[in-house]
């Protein structure tokens, strides 16, 4: 069986063993890329690349037959294609590192290739204890993983129960009303320090309780800059009700995505009534994503208003070294002009820049850095308290021909009173920006 490769360097590998399997799978650093290899065994399944990209690694393609069958005549051992991915171990162990005390998922990829140059979900699980040539002891490890309540199989970036974007999805409503010629940056917006919802009498405030930055009126790159609720969900009402779950399905939502491991699409359902609309804007209701989906939101604007395809696997190589198959940058849609993009741009970076900006910790010296925070409710418990938030950042860096889009989210957030210090938004942001340091600094 080939190895699965990360800049030349096995992670995923065979060993020559004694034994009548004659081999044993091994996986190097195996928590730090296990969301990315998953697990083979023979007879207890396999996930992640092992799985996605089986045919090749085993050597069972069709394009490895003439392979095939020139070691049969030459009396030789049949071997496998590896894989050599798009990953750079540098930045998957910087991400790894930045999301060490965390729950959650961080993921990096090159806006103008789709290149994803790392993966990480936290809590990992060491794909050693699943690639034995015991398979009671292969069962015995997956039940203990399995029961794990901090489900360490799950890929977070990719796929599991999802998670409420909150003001990250607040970029898809802007770029709903620019691209459809309803709002521009400078459009100007009521500013109230509440809202009351249509038809209901529940009221959406500012994660402050006050205005979006003083004023009768405020404007959509104040909104975006200091992630003020209100003028988002009025800016939302204003449109037709399928303007922003259409937008947000031209950038990936609802659709069916390979990496080549499977993602799960992100949801973003048309809201009934005004008070959904509004409700949906700020990321709550029924809006659910990947950090994968949301990074391809930062990379799409990043990148102009073209979104490429991220992709974990650059090529197939021979056992005889030659490049069997090479996989090339390919464009998912383009759902924004680049004038939208650009707009989306100026308030991403003013984001980061301005000293009221949510995403001012992401600043970058020399660098050109676009970001969006968040922080989505997830109800309330039994006891009727506050379940822990879900806290988000996500974002883009340029340095010189240097760039990329991240995305990361923390589960079980909310500042002190959960057991991390600073605020919400900040913990997100401390670690895109590492994230994007680790690309820049390469």
Not at 104 to 111: E, K, L, S, W, Y
């Amino acid at each position: 069986r080939g190895s699965i490769l990360v800049d030349g360097n096995p992670i995923a590998f065979s060993t020559p063993t004694d034994d009548e399997f004659r081999f044993i799978r091994q996986y190097a650093d195996g928590p730090l890329y296990a969301p990315i290899t998953g697990y083979f065994s023979r007879r207890q399944g396999m996930t992640g690349l092992e799985n996605a990209m089986n045919q090749d690694l085993s050597g069972l393609s069709g394009s490895q037959f003439f392979t095939r069958l020139v070691r049969t005549l030459t009396g030789e051992e049949p071997q496998g294609s590896s894989i050599e991915t798009t990953l750079n171990a540098n930045v998957q162990a910087a991400t790894a590192e930045a999301m060490s005390e965390f729950k959650g998922a961080a993921v990096a990829f090159d806006p103008a290739t789709g290149e994803i140059l790392s993966m990480v979900s936290t809590p990992s699980y060491d794909p050693n204890l699943l690639s034995s040539n015991n398979d009671a002891e292969i069962i015995e490890n997956y039940r203990t993983l399995e029961a794990d309540p901090a489900q360490p199989l799950v890929n977070r970036a990719i796929a599991g129960d999802l998670y409420h974007p909150g003001s990250t999805y607040k970029l898809l409503v802007a770029a709903a009303a620019i691209e459809g010629g309803t709002a521009t940056p400078d459009s100007t917006l009521a500013n109230p320090s509440a809202l009351l919802l249509p038809g209901t009498s529940h009221e959406i405030k500012n994660n402050w309780s006050g205005s979006c930055g003083g004023g009768v009126q405020t404007t959509l790159m104040q909104a975006i800059t200091m992630s003020c609720n209100i003028p988002i969900a009025e800016l939302a009402m204003s449109m037709d009700r399928d303007a922003v779950p259409n937008m947000a399905k031209a950038f990936g939502f609802e659709q069916d995505l390979s990496i080549p491991l499977s993602v799960t699409p992100s949801v973003s359902p048309v809201p009934s009534d005004e008070a959904q609309v509004a409700i949906s804007s700020i990321g709550q209701l029924d809006v659910r994503a990947t950090p994968l989906q949301m990074a391809m939101v930062s990379a799409g604007i990043a990148n102009d208003g073209v979104v490429m395809k991220p992709y974990l696997v650059n090529r197939v190589i021979t056992p005889d070294l030659r490049t069997e198959t090479q996989f090339d940058p390919t464009e998912f849609a383009t759902p924004i002009s680049k004038s939208t993009a650009q707009a989306l741009q100026s308030m991403m970076e003013n984001g980061v820049n301005a000293p009221e900006g949510a995403a001012s910790g992401a600043r970058i010296e020399g660098a050109r850095v676009g970001g969006k925070t968040g922080t989505a409710e997830n109800g309330l418990d039994e006891d009727g308290n506050p379940l822990p938030f879900t806290l988000w950042f996500t974002g883009y860096a340029f340095m010189g021909e240097k760039q990329v889009a991240v995305a990361v989210v923390i589960e079980d957030g909310g500042g002190e009173a959960y057991g991390f210090a600073g605020t919400s938004s900040d913990l997100p942001v401390r670690v895109g920006k590492q994230i994007m340091e680790a690309v820049l600094n390469q």
